[in-house]
């Protein structure tokens, strides 16, 4: 099993530093890296997807360039030959563009298109999503520091990988607080085991977090972006957790 960690000091400079940003009229689009993510947290043809869409001036990366749309650019999703525009996302330390899209079947193909009035456009990002699966175990739980929580879903993947990202809010025994987070990558075989004392630290006194497990389809990326980047398609499934000292 891989693991890695976020310590409190990472996590600290990420917000001292934040991420800067410039507007895409300044940048060809061979100057671009674009992220790219379309995610669905239900099985059934009634649950929506989420894409979500960074783009980056140069390689991007932790305290990259962002990129926020000019007048002429813009970001469009095509699924089975309909359209759906993109709405723009600015928080204190990100900037990212969204939209709700429908998931039709399994096998849909979401592409996501750049389109520039003027220079080069990037219209072929596409992925499609990866099987659905269900949580079998409870998705609420309370634990201890030293508990270990064992995890079901259905159905498995023999010989795939699931990847784990979990993020606890945290008081510690001196009453500061402490946040936590971490990617873990365990087998997709249906079972798994997570002890709780390598996910948070030992002087914790409560926690309130969150363990998300992901099924990643990787898909193409427009090779206009000549930064490069990733479109990943994702099936989400979250298990809430409140964690207590004994």
């Known amino acids: 099993m891989n ?3 976020l310590s409190a000091t990472f996590i600290s400079t990420l917000f001292l530093f934040g991420c800067s940003k410039t507007d895409s009229e300044n940048i060809r689009t061979k100057g671009i890296r674009a992220e790219i993510a379309i995610t669905s ?3 059934g043809l009634a649950n929506d997807s989420e894409a979500i869409v960074r783009l980056y001036s140069g390689s991007g990366g932790f305290g990259g360039t962002l990129i926020e749309l000019s007048e002429g650019d813009s970001l469009i999703a ?8 993109f709405s723009e996302v600015t928080e204190l330390f990100d ?3 969204q ?28 992925v499609t999503l990866p099987d659905e ?8 739980v309370d634990v201890t520091k030293n508990d270990t929580l ?14 784990i990202n979990y993020s606890f809010d945290c008081t510690t025994v001196e009453g500061g607080k ?23 630290r030992d002087d914790i006194v409560t926690c309130d977090g969150k363990i998300d497990l992901k099924r990643i389809n990787k898909g193409t990326i427009d090779p206009n972006f000549g930064e490069g980047g990733r479109i990943e398609g994702i099936q989400k499934r979250r298990i809430d957790i409140d964690v207590t000292a004994s």
Do not use: C
């Open 3 to 5: 693991q890695l960690k």
């Open 41 to 43: 947290v239900g099985s």
């Open 78 to 85: 095509v699924i089975d030959g309909e359209s759906y525009g």
């Open 95 to 97: 900037h990212y563009y």
């Open 99 to 126: 939209a709700t899209l429908p998931t039709n079947n399994l096998n849909t193909e979401y592409k996501v298109s750049f389109v520039r009035d003027e220079g080069v456009s990037a219209t072929e990002s596409i």
């Open 133 to 140: 699966f269900e949580i079998d175990s409870s998705t609420s």
């Open 150 to 163: 064992p995890v079901n879903w259905s159905p498995s993947f023999s010989g795939e990988n699931l990847t």
């Open 178 to 200: 402490l946040s936590i987070g971490g990617t873990q990558y365990i087998n997709d075989d249906g079972a798994h085991t997570f002890d709780m004392a390598e996910l948070v």
